[in-house]
């Protein structure tokens, strides 16, 4: 088992609980809120980063890896376990005690911290 521990950064903390207290058992019940969050104006700013080439796609991995580390900080805060990202999109789920009420606490500091960042600059605008 210690072997494949390099692999959990990649794993949902909430499978690797589950893991780790039933690891027999294929499927769990989970109560729990979903927090879907995404970033307006990505699609128009990657496909103007996309006619820069290179250059652009690096850009907007940067960006991105900056708007992402701040909502990810914000729902991790909270208690919360991300279950996918794609895109400009991220999915957390909130279990537990006061899920509901630390999901909402998150996205709403996800909003403050992204009016924080303000307008993401690039090179296309």
Known sequence: MAATRHLDAYVPNIVLRHLVDAPEARTAVVDGTLLFADISGFTKLSERLSK????????????????????????????????????????????????????????????RRLRALGTLQTSAG
């Open 52 to 111: 820069r080439g290179r250059q652009g796609a690096e850009e907007l991995v940067d960006v991105l890896g900056a708007a992402f580390a701040e909502l990810l900080a914000e729902a991790y805060r909270n208690d919360g376990s991300l279950l996918k990202f794609g895109g400009d999109a991220l999915l957390m789920l909130f279990d537990g005690p006061g899920h509901v009420d630390r999901a909402a606490r998150s996205a709403f500091g996800m909003r």
